[in-house]
C-alpha cells in the first residue's frame, strides 16, 4: 500500500555533484525514517544515509561530508545531496523508508533503484 519512487539518478563526472529524491505515496500515517542505500554489482547493498523522524541522520564513513540526506514531511520525501563524487560511489542507489500504513506495525519499503554512474 506503499510506493517509493525514485528520481535523479544518471551519469557524472568525478567531483560532479547529483540530487535523488524519493517520493513515498499511498496510505502513510507516518514515516519513521527513510534512507539511501546503495550497491554496486558484486557487493552487498550498504547504508549511504539516513533520516530519523526527529530529524536525525546517520552517513557511512565514506559519504562524510559529501553527502546530505534530508527530507520533507509534507511531501514524504527523501533527498540526497550528493557532492564531490568519486568514482567509488558509483552502484545503483536505492530509497527505503520505515512506514506505518495501515495497522500499528510499521514495514521496511523499497524504491526500485535509480543507477548513478561516476566517470573519471
Known amino acids: 500500500q506503499v510506493q517509493l519512487v525514485e528520481s535523479g539518478g544518471g551519469l557524472v563526472q568525478a567531483g560532479g555533484s547529483l540530487r535523488l529524491s524519493c517520493a513515498a505515496s499511498?496510505?502513510?500515517?507516518?514515516?519513521?525514517?527513510m534512507g539511501w542505500y546503495r550497491q554496486a554489482p558484486g557487493k552487498q547493498r550498504e547504508l549511504v544515509a539516513a533520516v530519523l523522524s526527529g530529524g536525525s541522520t546517520n552517513y557511512a564513513d565514506s559519504v562524510k561530508g559529501r553527502f546530505t540526506i534530508s527530507r520533507d514531511n509534507a511531501k514524504n520525501t527523501v533527498y540526497l545531496q550528493m557532492n564531490s563524487l568519486k568514482l567509488e560511489d558509483t552502484g545503483i542507489y536505492y530509497c527505503n523508508a520505515n512506514v506505518l500504513s495501515v495497522g500499528t506495525v510499521s514495514r521496511v519499503y523499497w524504491g526500485q533503484g535509480t543507477q548513478v554512474t561516476v566517470s573519471s
Open positions: 499511498g496510505i502513510i500515517f507516518r514515516i519513521n525514517a
